[in-house]
C-alpha cells in the first residue's frame, strides 16, 4: 500500500518516466524535420546539423511539413539572421549539390575538434 502510494507521488514530484522522455525526444526531433523542410534544408543536411535528434522523428516531421508545404502551396523560409562569429564558415564562391554534404560534414567534425576525412 505505501509502495503504491509512494509510485503515485512520482507524478507530483515531476520524475519523468522513461516513455514520457522518449515522446518528449520524438517530438522535439519531428519539431526540428519540420523547421529544416520549411528552411528548404535537405534531410540530410537536418541530420547532420542535428546529430542527437532521433533519425525517424526527424523524418517524420520532415515528411510531414513537405506535404502541408504542397498541400498549401506555401515556399520556403531561408533563415535570415546572421551566423554567430566562428559557428560556421562561409563558402568561397557558389557550393555544388555534390560538394555541399563534403563540406558540411568536415565543418562539423572541425566543431568537434576532429580532423577532417579526406
Not at 518516466?17 to 528552411?39: F, M, N, P, T, Y
Request: net charge negative.
Amino acid at each position: 500500500m505505501c509502495a503504491a502510494a509512494l509510485l503515485a507521488g512520482c507524478e507530483l514530484f515531476d520524475i519523468d518516466s522513461s516513455e514520457k522522455i522518449a515522446a518528449l525526444r520524438a517530438a522535439d526531433g519531428q519539431a526540428v524535420g519540420s523547421a529544416c523542410r520549411h528552411a528548404g534544408r535537405a534531410i540530410e543536411d537536418c541530420y547532420l546539423l542535428n546529430p542527437k535528434a532521433q533519425r525517424p522523428a526527424v523524418f517524420a516531421g520532415w515528411r510531414e511539413m513537405d506535404e502541408y508545404m504542397r498541400d498549401n502551396k506555401l515556399e520556403t523560409v531561408p533563415p535570415v539572421l546572421a551566423r554567430p562569429v566562428g559557428a560556421l564558415p562561409e563558402t568561397d564562391g557558389p557550393t555544388t549539390a555534390v560538394e555541399a554534404p563534403a563540406k558540411a560534414l568536415e565543418t562539423v567534425e572541425r566543431a568537434k575538434g576532429k580532423p577532417a576525412a579526406s
